[in-house]
């Protein structure tokens, strides 16, 4: 494949960034400062959904960022989708997570794989998401199930056509879904051809206040506590033969394409956990006086300070490469693999180190070290365990070795 | 008659025109690049001034309040043409660019090298610069802030009023547009102030009460990209650009005292007449 990085700008700093991707820096960094970091707290002891938030960050154009102009969308590239989601993530995880399902998982696969008529249903209304009562549409991404998660072709919920074809009969339940609570549609994957395997998936657009729809109980989760997580319940829901999504069996390739981009945001919201974890440890060291100085002037926690930057840094500039990849139309699956595991790595190791510099007070709601604890647990495990982000990255690696 | 009935319209039309309530065509937007309000500068060495290298740059938040109002004048149908104008190095496209995503339709730079923090540019030369881009643009309001957090002179506003002959009102909590002119609440130490500005053109200057800036929406800020902004140079404009103030010294500000805990009214008196200087 023809990288058509070479003869082009790299951007490694915020300061060498195209100016639109700064002054988006910028916005969404000031907005996070003021809107999202003094409340997260609050909405993290509440697990309360932060409407008014969302919905100023909907007004802002960050509910339909990659979404192109004609539907309503902010469209902007992935780099900049991964600068938004760093900024937003650093203020609150949970708003970063809910932007990110709905942007990466409900939206791509539909403006991707739709036909006009479904973008004009069921892209435009949720890429300007605000609608004229002052609510949010809201999507959700449905293809893990309690029976498989990393075993994504095993899907047991199943899509029957109706005995005049003109329906499909959804049945089955989807595990862990964000943004259940508050959505009103879902892209969901069910099995059409059991005998096909993984071949055999399809991927539907769902509206869900269909009949025979339900919602699970809101799952009780150590963080991301603003962001409702729940099952999907299909009983016997039919949706009509148009809401079929590209071709029947196109349900695996399409999850994993979708995949691909949705682990760009995942690293974004884990570098953003990331650089809020350094910040507060940083400042917190250069206050605190212990031994007649502040902590900050002690090897060990100079030691720590670095090895998160470096982390986090790092994780940041394979973010960046990835988006870019995904910006110049070539093939990212292996670079977005790396930038979720090793974000998502910095995200547990910047959090904990935290903690540790802030010592007691990082054990304590009163600071938001723990939190941001909490907060990065999840990103090693949804949108693809690292184990997965492993298998991913070796079959890609490897494929070039054998030729 | 269907000739007969046109030119009824067009009399309708031409009517509708001349009752219109809007006086302000065109508004003019000072932005200043100013060192970021959250920063900590530090006072160079040589007492010389402060050290701006690697400082973190941003509008001057009182900027942010007036290009704010002059979009809500706009976005209210007051007001028509807003155009965003800055003062300094190439960088100030940036202020600029912020400026237009927050809705201005164009903007004007002009460059130049010069210190802008007092240091080297002024307030008599940056208002005698606005002053020609004023007479170029024919305005019919100037929105300015109130004083840049960088000089803190708030001097350039009422010197550009009093350059063009037009009326000022400074400190301004609340901008109404009344028939040909302005009615402006103003924040002074005493309270506020209430004055009437009758005919319009006019420079009014910002301050924190007057508004709450808005973020840049995303489509803004690409939109921002494809406005014009016209550039020229401070040097040919036919100013003298040069310091008419020395600075002398730039330093610290004496660090805090500890406070302390005195045990009765007598001692407070005692110590405010005698260590404090403050009482005779």
Known sequence: ANTSLSGRRQYTTHSQLPEEHQMIYEMCRNFANEELAPNAGEWDQKHAFPTEAITHMAELGLMGINVPGEYGGSELDALAYAIAMEEISRGCASAGVIMSAHNSLYLWPIQEFGTPEQKEKWVAPYAQPVKEDGTLNIGCFGLSEPGNGSDAGAASTTATPSEDGSEWIINGTKAWITNAHESSAAVIFATTDKSLKHKGISAFVVPLDAEGFSLGAKEDKLGIRASSTSNLIFDNVRIPKENLLGNEGDGFKIAMKTLDGGRIGVAGQAVGIASASIDCAANYALERVAFGKPIAALQSIQNKISAMSVARDSSRLLMWRAAMLKDAGVKYTKEAAMAKLSASEASTMCSHQAIQVLGGMGYVSDMPAERHYRDARITEIYEGTSEIQHLVIAGDVLKEYKG | ?280
């Open chain 2, 1 to 280: 008659i269907f000739g007969y009935s046109k030119s009824i319209r067009s009399v309708l039309k031409f009517s509708y025109h001349k009752h219109s309530t809007m006086s302000i065509n065109k508004v003019l937007v000072g932005v200043k690049r100013v060192v970021d309000y959250a920063v900590k500068i530090r006072v160079s060495p040589d007492k010389s001034g402060v050290d701006l290298s690697n400082v973190k740059m941003s509008m001057n938040p009182f900027c942010e309040i007036a290009v704010e109002e002059a979009v809500r004048l706009k976005e209210a149908k007051k007001a028509g043409e807003v155009i965003a104008v800055s003062i300094g190095p190439k960088q100030c496209s940036e202020t600029l660019r912020t400026a237009l995503a927050m809705g201005c339709d164009r903007a004007i730079h002009v460059t130049t090298d010069l210190r802008t923090d007092y240091m080297q540019l002024q307030p008599l030369a940056t208002a005698q610069l606005f002053q020609k881009v004023a007479e170029a643009e024919q305005p019919d309001l100037v929105l300015m802030g109130k004083q840049g957090i960088d000089s803190d002179a708030g001097q350039t506003g009422p010197m550009l009023a009093a350059l063009l002959g037009w009326p000022q009102a400074t400190f301004a909590a609340k901008v109404e547009p009344v028939g040909d002119g302005l009615v402006v609440e103003r924040e002074t130490d005493s309270g506020t102030e209430t004055i009437s500005i009758p005919k319009l053109p006019a420079v009014v200057t910002c301050d924190l009460r007057l508004n709450e800036p808005r973020y840049a929406t995303l489509p803004n800020i690409m939109k921002a990209k494809k406005k014009k902004v016209d550039v020229m140079d401070a040097a040919e404009m036919g100013v003298d650009l040069t310091a008419k103030n020395e600075v002398l010294e730039v330093y610290d500000p004496p660090p805090r005292k500890e406070g302390i805990v005195v045990g009765s009214v007598d001692e407070l008196v005692d110590k405010l007449k005698n260590e404090a200087g403050l009482i005779q």
